[in-house]
Structures are given as structure tokens and as C-alpha cells.
């Protein structure tokens, strides 16, 4: 029996091993796996960017402000990236984030440059 994998993960008691494109060591695990009944955990569903600014509305009508805490929900990481983004955008440096998004943000109350301190406030 063959494999052949490109981007799979496997975590093993905390360490993860990333095969190379048709790794017969991986194949051998994977098939021994397979074999004794190792269910494999599905990845996260990943969010649009649509879906998590909508998410961040209903924050901002929840809390009335955008400074989502970084271990909020998901939402707190999605945020943070976007200041990165937001801030290499303005310096105009590559980013996959658009003048339209930025504005959205922005306009809705985004707090661009977070610390600690400004999310005790």
C-alpha cells in the first residue's frame, strides 16, 4: 500500500512530524494507525474574514468597543493579526489585507495599535 501526502500533520505525545511528499515512514505509521482504529481529529474550521469581522460587530455591540482580548474565542488572535496587517498596510509593506478591509476596521472602531494597557481601559 502507498501514500503519498504533501501537507499532513501528525502530532504524536506532543511532538508533530511533517512528512515530506511520499514519506514511507509516515505511510507506515499512517497505516498502522489506520489499522489499530486511531481516529484522526479534523482540522478547526478556519473562518472567512467576513465572518469574523461579523463576529467582531457583535463583540463591539456586546462590550462597546473593539480591543478583543488576545484569548477571546478566536476572535482575540483574528484581531491581533489584523493589526499587524492593518499597521504593515500603512507602512506599505506586503500584507494580504485590502484598503477596502482596513477601512471596514477602522471604521468600526478598530484599535490599532493595543497593549495592555489600553485593553484595561
Not at 497505516?31 to 463576529?55: I, M
Not at 491581533?80 to 482596513?102: M, S
Request: proline residues 2%.
Amino acid at each position: 500500500m502507498s501514500y503519498a501526502f504533501t501537507m499532513i500533520q501528525l502530532e504524536i505525545k506532543g511532538c508533530i512530524y511533517s512528512p515530506i511528499k511520499n514519506d514511507s515512514s509516515f505511510s507506515s505509521i499512517l497505516f498502522t494507525l489506520n489499522y489499530v482504529g486511531f481516529l484522526f481529529k479534523p482540522k478547526v474550521k478556519t473562518h472567512t474574514w467576513d465572518e469574523r469581522f461579523q463576529q467582531l460587530v457583535a463583540f463591539k455591540e456586546k462590550f462597546g468597543h473593539c480591543k478583543v482580548p488576545r484569548l477571546y474565542k478566536g476572535l482575540g488572535k483574528w484581531i491581533a493579526d489584523q493589526r499587524g496587517k492593518y499597521n504593515d498596510l500603512k507602512a506599505g509593506k506586503k500584507t494580504n489585507l485590502t484598503n477596502e478591509k482596513a477601512q471596514r476596521l477602522s471604521d468600526l472602531g478598530m484599535c490599532v495599535y493595543c497593549n495592555k494597557r489600553s485593553l484595561d481601559k
